[in-house]
């Protein structure tokens, strides 16, 4: 039975979304309550916007972090809206949204490199939109405490911090599109990506967890790709077969052209 | 030459900072040393197989079976140009041609079992003059 990409890819989305509503919901039990902050914002547009940072973090956190931050995520909102209604599970959704979208295009890009196939930045760019929408919308309908859809990074402890240099190898191959990258060029961004989430905590550390996926495009691109070895010359080309016909005709020419050239 | 003593030093001061922050970033980068180890290892391997192989192409061709010789030789050039060119190793010679250049286009189809020995030793050195064996 062969395995394609796409079906692959749906297969993890489809469990990824499973295990991230089961945390959302309680199911799993989550690993943290619910964040404590009961901030009313003062206009809706505050509001938004706050849920569109969090939804821009929370998508670039669980890429970074190959889903791992994702999951957290879910599980430390679980028990945020109980609901049973359509609304309560459109707002679930929109909560979880940037997280699954981060994983989709994790998994996306590595398939991507796996089967050898051009993957675009542009992609996350479309998807970091489309959290960002998200996070906007669960903002707006729970407005009571949508600023720890925010900050729930906030809450990261350094180790789950860290898994943010999880997806460094992915985002080098975004940013170089070779299959068979350098070795010393990953190992030189995944080190520089925890130099900095190791130097920054709380607040600051989410942030330097999530936007450390940019780390491959502040390292020069020729240190990702591996030197070409590349294929010499053959010592002898191929002894063709040559006819007296062949060879008279060769004489002939040759003498045709030293007359044209008045030597003869 | 640079970016491995800045990646070791950049993980070590991480690991001094924070050991817990930095834990995940040393698993990733062990991963990727064990992958550079690994074609490493395999590159060897194969060299020295290519060379095995051409050893034993060398004595059948000195007693007398040509035709066996060049098929053993041509046999470990294709599996080498396909390591070289990141194509599957059990690609043929119809597969592989494409990506050829001309010139090893050529030799492979019509070439005699001295001629693809002499190639097989210059794809071996990495010269286009083959060494005096």
Request: net charge positive; with cysteine.
């Amino acid at each position: 039975m062969t395995s394609s990409p796409s079906r692959t890819l749906v297969v993890l989305v489809g469990a990824y979304s499973l295990v991230a509503v089961a945390l959302l919901t309680g199911a799993l039990g989550g690993v943290a309550g619910p964040p404590e902050s009961r901030e009313i914002f003062n206009s809706p547009l505050e509001a938004a916007l706050t849920g569109a940072l969090g939804g821009l973090v929370g998508y670039l956190l669980s890429f970074s972090s190959a889903g791992v931050l994702g999951l957290v995520y879910a599980s430390s909102l679980s028990g945020m809206s109980r609901g049973s209604t359509l609304i309560d599970l459109l707002v679930r959704g929109s909560l979880l949204a940037p997280a699954v979208f981060g994983f989709s295009d994790f998994a996306s890009v590595c398939l991507a490199w796996r089967y050898g196939y051009a993957k675009s930045a542009r992609s996350v760019l479309k998807f970091t939109g489309y959290a960002v929408v998200m996070g906007a919308a669960a903002a707006l309908a729970l407005p009571p405490r949508c600023s720890t859809a925010a900050w729930w990074a906030v809450r990261l402890d350094s180790l789950a911090a860290g898994t943010s240099v999880l997806a460094i190898p992915a985002w080098a191959y975004l940013r170089s599109g070779e299959r068979t990258m350098r070795g010393t060029g990953l190992a030189l961004a995944t080190s520089a990506a925890a130099l900095l989430v190791s130097s920054t905590s709380g607040a600051l550390g989410a942030l330097a967890g999530a936007f450390s996926g940019a780390i491959p495009w502040l390292i020069p691109r020729r240190l990702f790709f591996r030197k070409v070895v590349e294929i010499p010359p053959p010592p002898v080309g191929p002894r063709v077969q040559r006819s007296v016909a062949d060879d008279i005709a060769e004489v002939r020419r040759l003498i045709l052209e030293r007359m044209a050239e008045g030597g003869l | 030459m640079f970016a491995p003593i800045l990646a070791a030093l950049s993980l070590l001061l991480a690991g001094a900072l924070s050991p817990p922050a930095a834990a995940p970033a040393c698993l990733v980068v062990l991963i990727e040393a064990s992958l550079e180890a690994r074609g490493w290892i395999r590159g060897r391997r194969r060299r020295k197989l290519l060379l095995r192989v051409l050893e034993r192409a060398r004595e059948l061709k000195e007693a007398g079976h040509r035709e066996r010789s060049r098929e053993l030789i041509l046999s470990a050039i294709r599996y080498e140009l396909a390591a070289r060119l990141s194509q599957p190793l059990n690609s043929d010679l119809a597969e592989l041609s494409p990506a050829l250049p001309r010139a090893w286009r050529d030799l492979l189809s019509s070439g005699s079992a001295d001629d693809l020995l002499r190639a097989a030793e210059v794809l071996l050195s990495g010269e286009s003059r083959p060494r005096l064996l």
